[in-house]
Nanobody, 115 residues
Framework: QVQLVESGGGLVQPGGSLRLSCAASGIIVSIWAMAWYRQAPGKQRELVARIINGGNVAYETSAKGRFTISIDNAKNTVYLQMNSLRPEDTAVYYC?????????WGQGTQVTVSS
């Protein structure tokens, strides 16, 4: 049974940093094309960063230069390091496959950027 469990969110001031984790079971993340998504209140879910075959990465425009997606093969976990956070980064963050068919969605982790 596939399960994705996101963690690491929280309340941070503008300019701060967070590292999100997505622990996977039932799949090997390094052989999937994985991604981080976020959904802000009243907005559609959007893809923030993707990693393909454990190495090739791509970012949504506002995330470039601030966010880094990576995989720890030993822990079967996908990470999203977020630096220089802005209030507009406030959202619930999820990980999943980078395109359909999607895996079962986890509960997400709330990121709030506010002073």
């Amino acid at each position: 049974q596939v399960q994705l469990v996101e963690s690491g969110g929280g309340l941070v001031q503008p300019g701060g940093s967070l590292r999100l984790s997505c622990a996977a079971s039932g799949i090997i993340v390094s052989i999937w094309a994985m991604a981080w998504y976020r959904q802000a209140p009243g907005k559609q879910r959007e893809l923030v960063a993707r990693i393909i075959n454990g190495g090739n990465v791509a970012y949504e425009t506002s995330a470039k230069g601030r966010f880094t997606i990576s995989i720890d093969n030993a822990k079967n976990t996908v990470y999203l390091q977020m630096n220089s956070l802005r209030p507009e980064d406030t959202a619930v963050y999820y990980c999943n496959a980078d395109s359909p068919p999607f895996l079962p969605w986890g509960q997400g982790t709330q990121v709030t950027v506010s002073s």
